[in-house]
């Protein structure tokens, strides 16, 4: 019954899904995440899903995440306004399980337990976002166990644009991004900054709380004949949120506190390519580093911090075999972990260090014109705990131009985090030698099928079951000591997105998505993962192409969260109310280098709670001007 409810509940929902493709034909993208090397996205097993930057701007959202929502199959979990911790789950899984990439660089930060910092990512200089859902640890190693979402920051071409905008709550939102170069080389820079002076995110108080970041962006490239390109791309982030801690001893819930979070994160990579497009072997070197800073403040106080270097060297060679293609892979990669606090109950301080080195080998086949295949396998070995071997097998046929189908199957791993393994205060933490990185295993479906020439329709059907899930907060009864275990059951995760694209008219779209995500884990639903989720995007232009303005309608049903009352009183399991939440964003281009843009948060004034205690932003509106030059000005 469970089942023929979500597939019947979905395939209804075909009205209510999003495939953010902007206006282009979704056949016409090349994808350069789903595999070692970019193909077609009808090519693609897995389901993909691309927001371009048309869709960006047609939504005016100042966050990748608030994209994120409209996407089957994601849970976002904000605590609070701007600024505050987000995490994104995907299908159903962990928020550290979901590999993030910013322009193919791995961005999770080990200081905060591998999850990446949805919180300070701006859209301001991203052109697209590539999201493939499912197990791609074959391809992309630890973190990327329910899916891998690619960064891709704008490059290429001469031009300029730049924007500033302002708003409630004495928000101000500027950038400027600037390019130059032809079809060899290229080199641009980028910088925005927000800021908010946000609103008390408790539910008691009236302290506001803060927050701003600056991201600055750097890129060049340089391409010789056919035979030979060098890329190279640097980023760094600057920001500054204040946060609520928890009141322990009389509710349980947060309250007003002077407590800020100071975070730096700087990323940057090289990478060259010998060998044209069309040559028998064609050979890949990359070197990638990233370091992230991580600051508590109490009452203007620095009290804690957490710090993480990452160093990566990569070879792939690609090698054809008639019209297939074989990639071979090594990469080698360091990582060290840093933390500083008081001594206290325990002593905080500790430096730790985590080696792996990985070998994966991908084949990519045909049959026929209509038929892809992929197969791809990965062993990384680590100095820590057992090593990991994980597969993927994909299929995509093209049945008809207008009908594609997708078959998925493969294992992934996430191995244990820095504080899983040494803990928070390694005084009272006791090591785990033990400790197995969690594994999964997953299979998928899906079916995308065009109608004529204005209706574009996804369906998907999958399952994971985890095992070795690790328990952080496993208690010695002999020693009073925790550790942290791999618990014995199986987490299990099911459900089916949809999606769908309607151009009614030249002028009017709509888009929608639905997910139904059943999460459980020892037969219990895990916390912040709602059961239903959707989102619909009506989408009309006027004035000649010059006017467009679009209605946007988010649904997050009722999820799970876990309350800690005062001691002694044990947890207990709370459900926060499901809500819908209406954004309104419009644009007019004045001229062809000039225009005007406006929206409405929540236009509704929508109350509600994705993480327990921590209210969200109201209603709240906006307005801006850009300015766009070269090869960045509207059509």
């Not at 490059?155 to 409630?168: F, H, Q």
């Not at 340089?222 to 760094?236: C, Q, Y």
């Not at 295949?373 to 090593?387: E, K, P, T, V, Y």
């Not at 020892?522 to 009309?540: F, K, M």
């Amino acid at each position: 019954m469970k089942y023929a409810f979500a597939v019947l509940a979905a395939c209804s929902a075909a009205l209510l899904s999003l495939c953010a493709y902007g206006d282009e034909n979704p056949a016409d993208h090349i994808v350069v995440t789903g595999a070692r090397t970019p193909l077609p996205i009808n090519a693609l097993g897995s389901a993909v899903t691309v927001i371009t930057r048309d869709a960006i701007e047609r939504r005016e959202a100042r966050y990748v995440s608030d994209l994120l929502r409209t996407v089957p199959g994601f849970a976002v979990s904000q605590s609070g306004v701007a600024g505050s911790q987000t995490q994104v789950r995907v299908r159903g899984a962990e928020a550290n399980h979901v590999l993030v990439l910013i322009d193919g660089a791995r961005a999770n930060d080990p200081a905060t337990g591998d999850e990446f910092r949805w919180e300070f990512l701006s859209t301001a200089n991203v052109e697209r976002i590539e999201i493939v859902r499912g197990p791609q640890s074959a391809i992309w190693g630890s973190d990327a166990l329910a899916g891998v979402v690619n960064i891709i920051t704008r490059s290429g071409g001469t031009a300029l644009d730049a924007y500033v905008e302002s708003g409630s709550r004495a928000t101000l939102n500027s950038g400027m991004n600037a390019s130059i170069g032809d079809g060899s080389w290229n080199v641009g820079i980028g910088i925005d900054r927000l800021s908010t002076d946000g609103f008390n995110i408790s539910r008691t108080g009236d302290e506001r709380d803060d927050s701003d970041a600056t991201t600055g962006s750097l890129h060049a490239s340089l391409d010789l004949a056919d035979s030979f390109g060098i890329r190279f791309s640097a980023r760094t982030v600057d920001a500054w949120s204040q946060y609520d801690g928890i009141d322990f001893t009389v509710t349980g819930l947060p309250t007003d506190s002077d407590f800020a979070l100071d975070t730096t994160q700087n990323y940057a990579q090289v990478g060259a390519t010998l060998g044209a497009g069309d040559a028998r072997v064609r050979h890949h070197l990359g070197a990638r580093y990233s370091d992230t800073d991580n600051r508590n403040i109490v009452d203007g106080i620095e009290d804690t911090s957490a710090l993480s270097e990452r160093l990566s060297l990569a070879y792939q060679a690609d090698v054809r075999v008639g019209r297939d293609l074989l990639s071979l892979a090594l990469e080698r990669e360091r990582t060290t972990f840093e933390q500083r606090g008081p001594v206290d109950f325990g002593d905080p301080n500790q430096e730790q260090e985590q080696d792996v080195l990985s070998l994966a080998a991908e084949f990519i086949g045909h049959v026929g014109d209509k038929v892809t295949w992929l197969a791809s396998a990965r062993f990384d070995n680590h100095d820590d705990f057992d090593d990991a071997l994980t597969g993927r097998l994909s299929i995509a046929w093209s049945q008809t131009d207008n009908r594609t189908w997708r078959a998925a199957a493969g294992t992934a791993h996430k191995r244990p985090t820095f504080i899983e393994m040494f803990g928070y205060f390694p005084g009272q933490f006791r090591s785990n030698p033990e400790l197995q990185p969690e594994e999964s295993t997953s299979f998928e479906l899906g079916i995308e099928q065009r109608i004529g020439d204005g209706v574009d329709l996804q369906l998907t059907v999958f399952r994971q079951d985890l095992d070795n899930e690790i328990d952080g907060f496993v208690l010695d009864p002999e020693t009073l000591e925790f550790t942290a275990g791999n618990l014995e059951g199986k987490s299990r995760r099911e459900g089916v997105e949809a999606s769908l694209r309607w151009f009614v008219s030249d002028a009017a779209s709509i888009n929608a998505s639905y997910a139904y995500v059943d999460a459980t884990s020892e037969n219990i639903r895990e916390v912040r993962r709602p059961l239903h989720s959707g989102s619909v995007d009506v989408d009309y232009t006027f004035l000649d192409g010059r006017a467009r303005i679009a209605l946007i309608a988010d649904y997050g049903g009722t999820r799970t969260d876990t309350f800690f009352p005062p001691w002694p009183q044990p947890p207990e399991t709370v459900t926060l109310s499901s809500h819908w939440v209406v954004d309104l964003a419009a644009r007019l281009q004045l001229t062809r280098q000039l225009a005007l843009f406006g929206r409405v948060s929540n236009l509704l004034d929508t109350r509600y709670e994705q993480v327990l205690g921590y209210r969200t932003q109201g209603r709240a509106a906006y307005i801006g001007v850009r300015a766009s030059f070269g090869d960045g000005a509207s059509d």
